[in-house]
């Protein structure tokens, strides 16, 4: 009938679950675990959306995708203009689908996160990136003519690559230099294949280099040729060089063999395919009692990754309670489900070896939480005389990393904060010097992927009007 | 791809090695070490530079064949291509007008001593050069070594050259020549240097030692390469690879720099012997 109301739409709080490989099965294997929406369960879940006037969920997003947007692309069916809409200002969607902190970001601000039931808009970023993958067409963006300055970008991680995807659709002449052998930085040599695969990751480098992004691998700006004299030939620099030395915790017994940092233990499986020795040459330990000293995402990625290696028992070590796991439930909850021992309110106060020097057993005291200290968490107290030792056979130190020294060490002029980054301008990622921009983990330290990425965004932009002499 | 220029074994087991890399011939010191890689299935290794040449944009190192990686570009010929090559990495060695300095070399690291006692010698130094090794046999690049030294000396353990005897001779040789360095350098296999270490101390000569710990990255990012020095962690890659020989805890380098034998070794095992040579 024509006068009465349209029905109001029941709301749908049904979050749809995304398929994942069994536990059981997925720890004899390296293969990526989550296994990603069907065409059908995509539908339904972004049906679910509202499509809020004034919307709260891209305000949550480092990157500010038009969320409402491709969600509603998506329930029309037209997933071709729903990608698009996510590729105008994000080029590494298959990434970020699968390895951004949703719960902290765009569904954190969703409307329906008040009745626990946020659209799952990461598994719909991650559906949209791999349809178009599978589609085979990949898209590229209108380019703007050739504007004749040359930007140079130091490291192909996720900061360099953003800076590099949108300096080059705005008709800048950009090249890459990576360090290493392999593009991606962190998503490479950190995150793990089981979580992130390489393919993926390869994939999103290729599509920008398809934009004409150069890139030069084993070039180490600082050494091969240092920031000032690459300023020679470029008109504008961004250092996104990334993590540097892994932090101990200054406790007897970490320089024991058998005791690693996060940051080589992933990279001996990540980069080098050590899980794939001896194929692949470099060799890394498969120890039967592994314990893992953090909480974090990294610390995670490494005790799951101690799991596939075939220890027989794998324990994560965190001084806090499991409340205070910076590491996303989701990961927390992979681990567990994984068979990995969470030893909360636990810290390490030695190690101990035997007489060739490896590791054999952690002494650890009990914790209590306190009052809430400067981060906002309850603060770990230790219990006095509550000693005691575990056996294990190695050890992964997981509490983070200073950045990269190279940079702040070769350029002079450059302002360094005390924990060794370089200062910006949030407002525009802008060093102090004024044509050297810079983000991600050189600026921050241990981040996240889309904040390197938002960084990237911001320099971009920043460079963009320098560039253009629009300042 | 990085092309190989020359690789031959220069005496047992040490290969010469000569790659087209102009952009690390560019920047390349003393003292730094460069990182190769010989296929992509490859480990990352870490080899001392022993040469270079800027205007033909190549870069010489010696390698020891040692595990299945080193097996490997063991068996690269000139024309071939190798997938990495990078560097410089590390900080080079301190060069400055020290007075009278020691270059000890052994191993492969007769090989990169070479430029550090070049450019201590063009710095104005009066520079000693002492090789050590087994046997007379096992030395090389000597005549090269006698242009950049005002004088070469030799140790072997046989007595087949020099000095019959052990690097540890070193006090007894250069009290015998009435020389007291002010400043000793080593570059060799750890045990030489770590011996090298243990017999200057009690004399207070001030020896800086070119160390070489299992690398992965190279670039101040994995860690792996830490050791301590004068009771603090250090890191090769970056904070060295020159460091003071009497601060280093030798024994908890040498026991790290073997954590990997038993893997390094395994594929040698696995592969027929011919392959290597």
């Known amino acids: 009938m024509a006068d009465e109301k349209p029905e109001k739409k029941k709301l749908d709080l049904s979050r749809r679950a995304m398929p994942k490989q069994n536990p059981w099965e997925r720890i004899k294997n390296f293969d990526e675990v989550a296994l990603g929406y069907l065409t059908r ?15 709260l969920c891209n305000q949550g997003c480092p990157v500010g995708i038009d969320i409402g947007g491709f969600i509603k692309c998506i329930v029309d069916g037209d997933y071709a203009s729903a990608i698009r809409k996510i590729k105008e200002t994000n080029a590494l969607p298959a990434i970020c689908g699968r390895v951004c902190p949703q719960e902290e970001q765009c569904e954190k601000t969703c409307v329906l996160a008040k009745k626990e039931a946020p659209i799952a808009i990461g598994r719909l970023e991650r559906f949209l990136a791999d349809w178009e993958a599978a589609e085979g067409k990949i898209e590229v963006p209108p380019m ?46 950190g995150i793990p294949e089981f979580r992130l695969p390489k393919a993926i990751v390869n994939r999103e480098v290729e599509y920008v280099k398809s934009l004409g992004v150069k890139i030069y691998t084993d070039f180490v700006v600082g050494k091969t040729k240092t920031v000032d004299r690459l300023l020679e030939e470029f008109d504008a620099i961004f ?6 030395l892994p932090w101990f915790m200054e406790i007897p017994g970490e320089n024991l063999n058998g005791v690693y940092s996060a940051n080589e233990y992933l990279t001996r499986v990540n980069l080098m395919k050590g899980f794939r020795f001896p194929e692949f040459k470099t060799p890394v330990k498969r120890p039967c009692r592994v314990a893992v000293v953090g909480g974090g995402n990294v610390a995670m990625d490494s005790a799951r990754t101690a799991v596939r290696l075939g220890a027989d028992e794998v324990h994560l070590v965190y001084r806090r309670s499991k409340a205070e796991l910076p590491a996303r439930a989701e990961e927390v909850e992979n681990a567990e489900e994984e068979g990995v021992i969470l030893d909360i309110l636990t810290l390490p106060v030695r190690l101990i070896g035997d007489e060739n020097r490896w590791v054999r057993e952690i002494e650890c005291l009990k914790m209590e939480l306190g009052e809430p200290d400067a981060s906002g968490r309850r603060k770990p107290i230790p219990i006095e005389g509550s000693n005691f030792r575990v056996a294990f056979d190695a050890v992964v130190m997981a509490i983070g990393n200073s950045p990269n020294p190279l940079i702040p060490m070769t350029t002079p002029g450059l302002e360094i904060s005390k924990k060794g980054g370089i200062v910006t301008n949030p407002e525009t990622a802008r060093s102090s010097r004024p044509n050297i921009w810079a983000g991600g983990d050189i600026v921050r330290g241990a981040a996240t992927v889309i904040s390197a990425m938002g960084d990237g965004k911001i320099a971009a932009a920043s460079m963009h009007k320098y560039l253009m002499n629009q300042e | 791809m990085y092309k190989v220029i020359e690789r031959r074994m220069i005496v047992p087991n040490l290969h010469e090695f000569t790659v087209q890399a102009p952009a690390v011939a560019e920047s390349i010191k003393p003292g730094n070490f460069i990182i190769v890689r010989p296929d992509q299935y490859g480990e990352r290794i870490p080899l001392s530079v022993a040469d270079w040449d800027r205007d033909a944009g190549t870069v010489t190192t010696i390698f020891m064949q040692v595990g299945g990686s080193t097996a490997m570009l063991a068996r690269l010929k000139p024309g071939d291509a190798i997938p990495t090559f990078v560097g410089p990495l590390g900080k080079e060695t301190a060069i400055d007008t020290f007075g009278t300095v020691l270059c000890v070399g052994g191993c492969y690291g007769i090989g990169s001593i070479y430029p550090i006692a070049r450019a201590l010698k063009q710095a104005g130094n009066k520079v000693y050069t002492l090789l050590e090794a087994r046997s007379s046999f096992l030395l090389y690049w000597e005549d090269k070594l006698a242009k950049v030294s005002d004088q070469v000396l030799v140790i072997t353990r046989d007595g087949t050259k020099g000095r019959k005897g052990h690097i540890d001779k070193i006090p007894e040789i250069m009290q015998r020549a009435g020389i007291t360095p002010d400043l000793v350098i080593v570059n060799g296999c750890t045990f030489q240097m770590m011996r090298v270490s243990m017999v200057t101390k009690p004399l207070a000569w001030k020896t800086i030692v070119n160390m070489n710990p299992i690398m992965i990255d190279g670039t101040g990012m994995c860690g792996v390469c830490r050791l301590s020095v004068g009771g603090k962690t250090k890191f090769a890659c970056v904070d060295g690879p020159d460091f003071d020989g009497h601060e280093i805890d030798w024994e908890e380098f040498l026991s790290r720099r073997k954590s990997y034998n038993p893997e390094e070794v395994d594929p040698l095992r696995r592969s027929s012997c011919r392959s290597h040579f």
């Open chain 1, 41 to 55: 369960t995509a539908v339904e879940e972004a049906s679910r959306c509202l499509q809020c006037k004034k919307p």
């Open chain 1, 144 to 189: 703007a003519p050739k504007t004749g300055k040359k930007v140079a970008i130091v490291g192909a991680g996720p900061a360099g690559v953003t800076v590099a995807n949108d300096l080059i659709i705005l008709g800048h002449d950009v090249t890459i230099f990576e360090a290493l052998h392999e593009c991606g930085g962190v998503l490479i040599y």
């Open chain 1, 239 to 244: 250092v996104g060089s990334g993590a540097g």
